[in-house]
């Protein structure tokens, strides 16, 4: 078998890597540039030419995880017919997924930057908007697919199921992930009835 077998990952692929092991596990704030860079054994150097930036590498981190929660729900929802599963995937989601729930570093990240004040730390927090805005979107066009039609109704149901999955992703953070999720998947339930 040749050497050339196996591809060593770039520097950029690297510092994504352990950013990504490093920030859902410790947090954003939490993690300094000096231990992103021993963790991935790349110079600094490689860090400013791949990303510019601890927070353009943040930013790039939560795209990764919006990427990978997009596909999960994609590849989850497949094989389903009806849009009220496709909603409820979301929480089943949560539920199915390892250490780290579906969603959840985009809350933990908007509870590091509450208030944004540089250029950087509002990519950080419109790349967390875009998380949210594509859950919203995504549950809106399944709402419309059910047959509900009134855009303000839609928009209040949509927003009520975001808040539940919210409420789910951080429970499964804090509490006993089965029942935290069960409990807010049974009231998403609930609160599709009034439109089946």
Do not use: C, F, H, W
């Given at each position: 078998?040749?050497?050339?077998?196996?591809?060593?990952?770039?520097?950029r692929e690297r510092l994504l890597k352990?950013?990504?092991e490093l920030f859902t596990t410790q947090g954003i704030r939490a993690?300094?540039?000096?231990?992103?860079?021993?963790?991935?054994?790349?110079?600094?150097?490689?860090?400013?030419?791949?990303?510019?930036?601890?927070?353009a590498?943040?930013?790039?981190?939560?795209e990764h995880m919006h990427t990978a929660d997009e596909e999960a729900w994609s590849k989850r929802t497949a094989p389903m017919d009806r849009p009220r599963d496709r909603i409820l995937a979301f929480f089943d989601l949560v539920l199915a997924?390892?250490?780290?729930?579906?969603?959840?570093?985009f809350i933990a990240a908007a509870l590091e930057f509450p208030e944004p004040t540089t250029a950087g730390e509002r990519a950080i927090r419109a790349a967390v908007d875009a998380h949210r805005q594509w859950v919203l979107d995504t549950i809106t066009e399944q709402l419309r697919l059910m047959g509900l039609q009134d855009p303000d109704n839609i928009e209040e149901m949509a927003l009520r199921l975001v808040v539940l999955l919210d409420g789910a992703v951080t429970a499964a953070r804090m509490?006993?992930?089965?029942s935290s999720t069960m409990t807010a998947r049974a009231m998403?339930?609930?609160?599709?009835?009034?439109?089946d």
């Open positions: 078998m040749s050497s050339q077998g196996a591809v060593k990952a770039s520097p352990t950013a990504t993690v300094g540039i000096d231990r992103i860079l021993k963790d991935s054994r790349v110079a600094k150097a490689s860090l400013y030419n791949s990303y510019g930036s601890k927070d590498l943040v930013v790039a981190y939560l997924s390892g250490s780290i729930p579906m969603g959840s570093p509490l006993d992930r089965v998403a339930e609930m609160t599709l009835r009034l439109v």
